[in-house]
């Protein structure tokens, strides 16, 4: 086999016969690696008539293996399906192996024989992980092996239910030539996994790393290969951890499941919104609670703002978990409706709990936060912001309206702000609020004389 060298780019798989700065593709800088494939692959020219199949003839299988654990089930939509792939994706030590021993677990509570094949940590690691969070299964295998040959004879072997590979990076086949861990080494064993998953009706997991751009290390070629790709998302020094499905060939893929890392494993979280409301102090300045929607699910945060006045030039504005363009557009409603200068405070928003929101609604949290944090006011504990705020200070009607303000009631808020709407939750009425300046008026909401002391005489002039 007479062998060459391409470089591919890793972020999307643009392949390139020299080594290129910047890909033409996805202009991803510094992303080509360089590989080694075959110069002429061997290919079949002749085929051969096969039957086709009449689509109403075609029996279905959903068959789906359900985990039991809620939050996984919810972000699968109710299980894995027999013979799909799944791509298990997140950084280094977010919990990758813990979530899918867990996994395991499950599966071999329904299923007869279950194979986790692990290229990264030895057979004795795994049991003391194992043991760490309490689980003994006798029809739970392990085996230590990165040769994907070895994996497909031991799999014809054993003929497993469930098998889960750890990680892909470190698999490697002869049927590629280039070294193990590079790009055409992971697509080769991708494809051995997905052709054995689906002429068993094996479900196969795959585990396999992202780098810190979040891009798989590997080909993004990758995600397209396989039927789900999960992904683990946190801050490693928090115990949080939000499972999403970047794609899902069949479920939906706006639902997230909540995790918790203990020492024992990752516990579900079953009151999201508790947690995210845990260590929030009553009356402190520039707090706002918002209800947001996470694909069928309702979750209740807390948007903190801290304003400052600029000592020189430029005002800086600052968010963490928040859009800073939208942020942006904010203080610009702020400025023209609310008619209070905000061109001398630097602006910091961050969402409480590492929790990235992309969900509108927050708007009017946001505002308030920051005109509590402006005025030094704290704002009332049982009050609730919902809304998103349009460029002329209107509020605009967000979906699942009814859902939030069940949840928000749930957790206790009784005085809860939203758009004009006909929705009620027993023993509650929404306070409509159609423009941002009656929320102010609302709750009174007045600079303090303390803020008057330490504040620019310019904080309230009309812009
Ligand atoms: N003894 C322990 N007590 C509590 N938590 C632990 C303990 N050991 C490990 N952990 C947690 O488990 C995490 C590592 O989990 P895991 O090995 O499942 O991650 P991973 O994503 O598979 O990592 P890798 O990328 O290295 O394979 C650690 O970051 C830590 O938070
Ligand atoms: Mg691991
Ligand atoms: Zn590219």
Not at 114 to 141: D, T, W
């Amino acid at each position: 086999m007479k062998l060459k060298t391409i470089y591919i780019c890793e972020s999307c798989g643009h392949t390139a016969p020299k080594w290129l700065g910047k890909c033409p593709d996805c202009d991803a800088w510094n992303s080509f690696h360089e590989d080694v494939v075959a110069k002429d692959p061997k290919r079949e020219h002749k085929g051969v008539a096969q039957s086709v199949q009449p689509l109403h003839q075609v029996k279905e299988s959903d068959n789906r293996i359900p985990t039991n654990i809620g939050e996984l089930d919810r972000v699968l939509g109710g299980g894995i399906i027999e013979g799909s792939l799944v791509l298990m994706s997140g950084e280094p030590g977010i919990g990758k192996s813990t979530l899918t021993l867990k996994l395991c677990e499950q599966i071999a509570n329904v299923k007869q024989n279950v194979l986790y094949v692990s290229g990264e940590e030895s057979v004795q690691q795994i049991s003391l992980r194992a043991k760490r969070m309490g689980i003994q299964k006798e029809n739970l295998g392990i085996l230590g092996e990165n040769s994907v040959e070895n994996i497909m004879e031991t799999l014809e072997a054993e003929k497993p239910d469930f098998v889960v590979i750890d990680s892909i990076q470190v698999m490697n086949t002869g049927a590629s030539p280039s070294l193990a861990g590079s790009m055409s080494q992971i697509r080769a064993c991708t494809e051995i996994f997905m052709t054995f998953a689906k002429q068993n009706n094996v479900p196969i997991l795959i585990i396999g790393h992202v780098n810190k751009e979040g891009n798989l290390a590997g080909p993004k070629v990758l995600e397209h290969l396989v039927d789900t790709v999960l992904l683990i998302e946190g801050d490693r020094y928090q115990n949080l951890r939000v499972l999403r499905t970047v794609k899902n060939r069949y479920g939906s893929t706006n639902e997230i499941g909540l995790f918790e890392m203990t020492d024992t494993g990752l516990a579900e979280v079953r009151s999201a919104s508790k947690l995210f409301l845990e260590g929030r102090k009553a009356d402190a300045f520039g707090s706002a609670i918002t209800a947001v929607v996470e694909g069928t699910r309702p979750l209740l945060l807390e948007v903190q703002a801290l304003t400052s006045s600029t000592p020189f030039g430029y005002p800086k504005r600052a968010a963490s978990g928040y859009d800073v363009n939208r942020l942006q557009l904010l203080l610009a409603v702020i400025q023209k409706h609310l008619r209070i200068d905000m061109s001398s405070h630097d602006v910091y928003v961050n969402v409480v709990g590492g929790f990235k929101v992309n969900d509108r609604s927050t708007d009017l949290a946001v505002i308030m936060a920051i005109i509590s944090s402006l005025y030094k006011t704290a704002l009332p504990q049982e009050s609730l912001f919902i809304g998103e705020v349009g460029l002329s200070g209107e509020l605009r009607s967000v979906p699942h309206l009814k859902k939030r303000i069940q949840e928000a009631s749930k957790i206790g808020f009784s005085k809860i702000y939203t758009p004009p709407t006909k929705e009620k939750v027993t023993g509650l009425t929404p306070v409509a609020i159609e423009e941002i300046g009656q929320a102010l008026k609302e709750l009174s909401l007045k600079k303090s004389k303390t803020a008057k002391k330490s504040q620019t005489t310019s904080a309230h002039s009309p812009s």
